[in-house]
């Protein structure tokens, strides 16, 4: 059974930096694309960043290109998200999510996979 489990969210002020952690376990970890997805208060859930299982692609939300940044390390099971030059529309619940075998574009389209982990809070003051 896959488990993701999110890390290192927190309270940031504008401009600041978080990097966040995603940890698959219970299958192969190299077999699973990874994306980040976020849900604002009251607002619908959003792509924010996909990887490929391969690490063949990547995919980012326009609002979070060049701010942010998706790597893999398979040695470590983890995907890792870097956000830098965090902005207060950055605050969200941020989960991460997986499914086999699928590009990352296709990832960031799987708002509703069924393998997620509960997520990290991520808030961003003015």
């Known amino acids: 059974q896959v488990r993701l489990e999110e890390s290192g969210g927190g309270s940031v002020q504008t401009g600041g930096s978080l990097k966040l952690s995603c940890t698959l376990s219970g299958a192969t970890f190299r077999h699973y694309s990874v994306g980040w997805f976020r849900q604002p208060p009251e607002k619908e859930i959003e792509s924010v960043a996909s990887v490929a299982f391969d690490a063949s692609s990547t995919d980012y939300a326009d609002s979070v290109k060049g701010r942010f940044t998706i790597t893999r390390v398979n040695a470590e099971n983890t995907v890792y998200l870097q956000m830098n030059d965090l902005k207060p529309e950055d605050t969200a619940l941020y989960y991460c999510?997986?499914?086999?075998?699928?590009?990352?574009?296709?990832?960031?389209?799987?708002?509703?996979?069924?393998?997620r982990g509960k997520g990290t809070q991520v808030i961003v003051s003015s």
């Open positions: 999510a997986a499914i086999r075998w699928i590009t990352a574009q296709t990832m960031s389209r799987m708002t509703d996979a069924q393998d």
